[in-house]
Structure formats: C-alpha cells, structure tokens
C-alpha cells in the first residue's frame, strides 16, 4: 500500500503515522469486541447511571439513555473508522484530507488535550485502588507524614500508589500497541467475570434486586423529563465522543471493513449498558446491606471484611482501569502529539509526554467532584469535538467520495496542503459550529449571567454535540462545493 509513499518528509511522515500494509494488520471482529468490553467496563461507566438517576430518571430510563447514546455515537465511530480499515492510516493522518497537512493538528490537539486530562483521572483511580489495597497489607502507608504542600490536597499513601500505577501505564506504552490488544483480551473475559460476581453478590445480599429498581420517575411531566433526558443524552454521546474521532488510530489494524463494523457493534452499545445496569443493581443492594448509597465501587470494596477479597477486587479494578487507560487515553493523544512532530516524537515519546500532562493536571482534584465533571467535561469537550466529527464525516464521504490520496497524505505540496497547510474553509466551519454552543457553556460554569442571553441561545448547549456536529458539517458542505 505504501510502495510509492513519500517518505523523506519527515515533517509529515514517521513508522507510526505511516500506513499499516494489509498483511500486517490481525485485529479481528473478537479483538475489537474485546476492544469496547475492555473499554467500557471501567469506573466512570459504573458511575454513569448515578447521576441520572440522581437527576429524577428511575432505573430503566437511565440504562435507555445510556443505550440510545452509545447506539447514536456508534454510527460516527463506524464511519470515521472506514478510513482507517481502507487506507491503514491514523486519525492525525486522516484529518489531514480535511483540515490541511498542518491544519489537522488543531483537531489532533483539541483531542490530545481531552484525553490528557481523562489520562490523569483514570490513572488516579487506579492508583487509589491499589491504595485501598495496600493499606490493609501495610497499615503504616496510611500515616505516612506529608512531603507534599498542604495547597496540592495529596497525601504521601494515595501518592506513592499512584506513581506505581502511572508507570505501569507507561512501561504498557514502552511495551507498544500489541500488548494493548493482549491487554484488552485478557480484561475482555476477566472484567465480565468479576462484574457477575458482583452482580450476584448484590442480589443474594439485598434478598432481591433492590429499592432502586422499584424507585419511580422523578419527573412529573413529559416537559420535565425531556428538559433532562436530552442534556443526559448529550453526556452520553460526550462520553465517546473522543473515540468517535480517532477510532481509525484502531480501525487501521483491522483484518477487514466487517472486523471492525461487527466488532464495534458487538462491544459498544451492549457493554456499557450492561455494565451501567450492573452499576444500578450493586448499588440499589448497598442501601440494604449497609445503609448507605455507594456509587463509587471503590469505596464499596472497602465495606468487605476480607482482606483477599477487597485485593481481589482492586486488582480487577486496577486491570480494568489500565487497559481501558492505555487503549482510550494513550492511543489517540500519542499518535496526535507524533503528528506534531514526526521526525522528533515517535508513538512511546507521545505516549509519555500524554503521561506527563495527566499528572501535571493534578487528577486527585478533579476527581474531587465526579458527577459534575464528568457531566459538565462531557458536554463541553463534545461542543468542540463534534464539529470536528461533522467535518470529517462530511469530507471523506461527501466530498471525497470516500477516495483518498493517500501519497498526498504526507506531501507538504500536494492536495491536502490547501493554503500553506490549512484548509482555512475546515477551520472557519469548526469556529461557526462552535460558536452557538459557546453562551450556555458560559452559563453552565457560572462565568456569566443567565439573563445576559436568551434562553433559546442558552439552551443549545444541551444538544451540544448535536448542534455542533450539524452546524460545522453543514457549513464545510457548502464551502467545499463553492
């Protein structure tokens, strides 16, 4: 496939952004089933249905939301993952049809940025699982004295544990993306084990499925409810909406269009909602047996009196939270900070500067308040990344017909060079699908008044992926045919 690629543009070109030639791809339907199991069996799907629930939805509503979302953000996932089966090719690389040679790095960095910060939490997670573990073991890591500033809010246990863990995440990235695959199988039979486990264990201890699932709808009316489900369903699309974008850095080792097409709706929609039912069935059983509501499956584990069974379970939470870390979080924002500078950053040096960034954000705190980050972080970044999703999706199957050059791909001179690199038509439709969904993020963070708009304007950003998406597709459409 890449016989006459230019290879000597070293501005363009590395071994990790260059196409993966047909026989040497050995992803199939099960590596990408196991892929989205591994994935979505993680804390924060365990976690997803709390806040609706929280926010008025009894127990099934949520899990639909939960489905409709994943079932919607599954169709851009299969789409942009075309590319990647057809022409072996990476995100970075693909967005440069669309955005320009130079101009594809804006969405390479907007989505780097995302999963940086996702890195972090996720790594923290795992780290405090593994304290949770430790502590019983060895007492003393709980009285540790302090050797960090009372103003960074970490203490010396959680600490240690959590470096642990981050080089563990990094010596997975050292080890390359084949032990990502072998990583996700292993979690993909493993994880779906401990999850029934745990699913039993709620139904014999609560003598039943529990009060949740008799709990009603909060809402009294049909306004009511749709003023909350379509925000929630916006989170929903906001949680992928990530991997929707750079799923062709996975695609691209596909053994064929119907391994990756099969495997991803196989994997994606049923294992998040399973796991999310999984997550509302555990929880409804901890009100009975302890008295108390507990959403975080961390701090459930450490309810059990057994030593080797709160190890056991960290270990799995560990193991979920790595491979799920490695394959969403590392994989994208690598190849994206590859792309930046491909003669100097190859896929680990991507890898460990995306390791970097997690830590230096100070992840213990933004975990801080779960439910609001993950809600107000999903619907932002999905304002941002849904343009980008709609540009593409326009471009290679509306305007390029689904054709690629790919030589030109990585030739500063060819077609997909637009204005010295940038397709200023790409970049002018991903301000204007942005732009409307800009007022109610404002709002929504309390930067601004609610009176200082109108509540229509306000309004949008509860369809922000949605808005976004149409706007900045439907804009590049009409400027590409000019």
């Not at 990790?16 to 339907?29: E, F, G, K, V, Y």
């Not at 919607?72 to 089966?85: D, E, F, R, S, Y």
């Not at 990502?180 to 039943?208: E, M, Q, S, T």
Request: charged letters at 10%.
């Amino acid at each position: 496939m890449s016989e006459n690629l230019n290879t000597s543009n070293t501005a363009l070109y590395n071994a990790d952004l260059a196409p993966i030639p047909q026989n040497q791809r050995s992803w199939n339907t099960w590596n990408y089933t196991a892929l989205w199991i591994g994935m979505s069996l993680c804390i924060p799907t365990y976690m997803l249905s709390s806040s609706l629930i929280d926010g008025g939805m009894n127990w099934w509503q949520a899990i639909l939301t939960i489905f409709l979302g994943n079932s919607i953000v599954l169709i851009p996932m299969i789409l942009n993952g075309h590319a990647g089966t057809k022409y072996g090719i990476p995100f970075p690389v693909f967005a440069r049809s669309s955005f320009g040679t130079k101009g594809a790095n804006i969405p390479a960095m907007l989505r780097a940025i995302v999963a940086c910060g996702w890195f972090g939490i996720q790594t923290w997670i795992g780290g405090f699982a593994i304290f949770q573990m430790m502590r019983l073991w060895i007492p003393a890591l709980e009285t540790l004295p302090g050797v960090f500033p009372d103003s960074w809010g970490l203490e010396t246990g959680p600490a240690i544990c959590f470096l642990s863990f981050w080089f563990l995440n990094m010596y997975v990235v050292y080890l390359g993306v084949d032990s990502i695959r072998k990583l996700l199988v292993f979690k993909a039979i493993f994880l779906p084990i401990a999850a029934l486990a745990l699913l039993a264990w709620a139904i014999v201890a609560a003598k039943g499925l529990g009060p949740i699932l008799a709990t009603p709808s909060k809402f009294t009316s049909s306004a009511a409810f749709f003023a909350f489900f379509f925000p929630a369903l916006t989170g929903m699309v906001g949680f992928w909406a990530t991997l929707s974008l750079n799923i062709p850095d996975f695609t691209r080792y596909a053994t064929s269009q119907k391994a990756q097409i099969k495997g991803q709706i196989f994997g994606l929609p049923p294992s998040m909602t399973l796991f999310a039912f999984v997550g509302v069935v555990v929880t409804s059983a901890t009100t009975i047996v302890f008295g108390t509501t507990i959403w975080d499956p961390v701090v459930l584990a450490g309810k059990f009196d057994s030593k080797i069974l709160i190890s056991v379970a960290m270990i799995a939470v560990a193991i979920s939270t790595l491979a799920t870390n490695i394959a969403a979080n590392i994989v994208s924002p690598a190849n994206d900070f590859a792309n930046l500078m491909p003669s100097r950053i190859d896929f680990r040096k991507g890898g460990y500067i995306t390791g970097i960034i997690g830590m230096l954000i100070f992840p213990w705190k933004l975990i801080a308040d779960p439910s609001g980050y993950i809600f107000t972080w999903l619907v932002g970044y999905s304002s941002l990344l849904g343009p980008v999703g709609g540009i593409m999706i326009v471009d290679y199957y509306f305007i390029r017909k689904q054709t690629l050059i790919l030589n030109d791909l990585y030739d500063s001179k060819g077609i997909y060079s637009f204005t010295n690199g940038f397709n200023i038509k790409a970049i002018a439709a991903l301000i204007i699908g942005i732009l409307p969904n800009i007022p109610g993020f404002l709002v929504t963070i309390g930067l601004v008044s609610p009176d200082l708009f109108p509540t229509w304007i306000t309004g949008l950003y509860h369809y922000a992926w949605f808005v976004g998406f149409g706007i900045s597709g439907l804009i590049y459409w009409i400027l590409m045919k000019k």
